[in-house]
């Protein structure tokens, strides 16, 4: 069973809402990420957390806003989205050290439709 | 900058027939390996990984993978197969940069759909 737990598993939202998704993790990791995935297509990397710094940005735009509040939780802030942001984001954990850091571990996704 | 190149896109099979899922590579940096499938409306589940050691590598639900260097190959095989391993799997590098900067960078091949039919 996945150890990393997202919240809301699906979420439908205007283009003029601001919504959160929140994902936790009980491994003890210290590194945190957000990955979307379209319709039939492998997930993306969107951002890295470490040791609950931003490390990683993949040029996401400012409608996405991330957030880690500690090193169990991490946030992504939506506002303002378009239509062809609808997609499942995924949250992933990893040790964050070593190799083994290296092993990323995903939980279930959280369904987002934009109308 | 990494590639993965999954080469079959669907492949159905017969319950408790073998199935060999294929996957290849490319990078200028060495590279550890990843299998994940991913069962209708859900996230990614970790079947098995290369990060060192042994080639032959074996993961959950009785699948197995083994890293060829030489051919850059990664593909994932099981004996038999059964109706619940109907999914999508994904084949994933991520590159070994020193210092761990390369933590979450995993770049993922198109998917393989594995329809198993009774």
């Known amino acids: 069973d996945t150890e990393v737990t997202q919240t809301p598993k699906h979420l439908v939202m205007g283009m003029t809402n601001k919504k959160s998704l929140k994902c936790e993790q009980h491994?003890?990791?210290?590194?945190m990420y957000w990955y979307k995935q379209k319709a039939k297509k492998p997930p993306e990397l969107m951002f890295v957390?470490?040791?609950?710094?931003?490390?990683i940005n993949e040029s996401v735009p400012s409608r996405f806003s991330p957030e880690c509040p500690n090193s169990s939780l991490l946030n992504l802030h939506l506002h303002a989205l378009q239509p062809e942001d609808s997609a499942l984001y995924l949250c992933?954990?990893?040790?964050?050290?070593?190799?083994?850091?290296?092993?990323?571990?995903f939980g279930e996704g959280s369904w987002l439709t934009v109308v | 900058a990494q590639s993965v190149t999954q080469l079959d896109s669907q492949v159905p099979v017969f319950e408790e027939a073998p199935v060999e899922l294929r996957c290849n590579y490319s990078?200028?940096?060495?590279?550890?390996l990843f299998w994940y499938v991913q069962y209708p409306n859900q996230g990614l589940q970790l079947l098995l990984k290369?990060?060192?050691?042994?080639?032959l590598v074996k993961g959950i639900n009785g699948f197995e993978a083994e890293f060829n260097k030489s051919q850059t190959s990664f593909h994932l095989r099981k004996p038999s197969v059964h109706i619940s391993d109907t999914a999508e799997y994904f084949c994933?590098?991520?590159?070994?940069?020193?210092?761990?900067?390369?933590?979450?960078?995993?770049?993922f091949g198109q998917g393989t759909i594995l329809t198993v039919h009774p």
């Open positions: 992933a954990s990893s040790t964050g050290q070593g190799v083994a850091g290296n092993t990323i571990y």
């Open positions: 491994m003890g990791h210290r590194a």
């Open positions: 957390y470490s040791y609950e710094k931003l490390s």
């Open positions: 990078s200028s940096v060495s590279v550890y």
């Open positions: 290369y990060l060192s050691g042994s080639t």
């Open positions: 994933a590098v991520s590159p070994q940069y020193a210092g761990g900067t390369s933590y979450g960078k995993l770049t």
